[in-house]
């Protein structure tokens, strides 16, 4: 059995070696991407909710009372995903929409950029990797082949839900830091 933890430091540990690749310019963009698709998620989740719920029929909701569960946590997986996916695909998309006019790609300029960037990107994989796994465990690990960690309190998955990002991140936070992360985009990219 493979633990939660471990996959999360991986996942932490992956985008922070993209991070150090990219330097934190286009790291904080990344940053922003995801917070704007935490915010989306918590905005839309519960009209989302009631459409699964009404669409559902309820033969099936008593074969499977987890299914529904098991749709609104891929879709929420889905729009971080894709928020992200834009996020760190923004320049290359940028330069190819607009056939090389705008490059939008900036060169690293040095070591500490690369620092810089690796901080950076350690923080995506807390942000991203940590929003996934608060959505599984906010409903109460749907799948089939997951186990819950607090089913074993002493392992470091079931000590490291308390340190999840979103269990910090609710309102207002979050909406501040759209906002915060709105501005400093602005401001890098002019």
């Not at 990344?30 to 033969?59: C, G």
């Not at 070591?111 to 990107?121: C, D, K, N, S, T």
């Not at 309190?153 to 991140?169: H, M, T």
Request: hydrophobic residues 60%.
């Amino acid at each position: 059995m493979i633990e939660l933890a471990a996959i999360f430091w991986i996942g932490v540990l992956g985008f922070g070696v993209i991070g150090l690749m990219r330097g934190w310019v286009r790291e904080i963009q990344v940053t922003a991407a995801a917070v704007l698709a935490m915010f989306i998620i918590e905005q839309i989740s519960p009209f989302v909710w009631q459409a699964l719920v009404a669409r559902t029929p309820a033969e099936i909701l008593a074969t499977d009372p987890l299914g529904t569960l098991r749709r609104l946590v891929v879709f929420k997986s889905a729009v971080i995903m894709a928020c992200v996916f834009f996020g760190y695909q923004g320049p290359v998309l940028i330069t190819w929409g607009t056939g090389g006019r705008v490059n939008a790609n900036r060169i690293r300029e040095n070591i500490q950029e690369g620092l810089l960037g690796l901080a950076v990107g350690l923080l995506n994989g807390y942000v991203i990797v940590g929003a996934l796994w608060w959505y599984l465990h906010v409903s109460q690990y749907p799948f089939p082949w997951m186990v819950s960690p607090l089913t074993f309190p002493d392992s470091s998955s079931a000590a490291l839900i308390a340190f999840l990002p979103l269990r910090f991140l609710a309102s207002p936070w979050l909406e501040i830091l759209v906002v915060v992360f709105f501005l400093i985009v602005i401001v890098i990219l002019v």
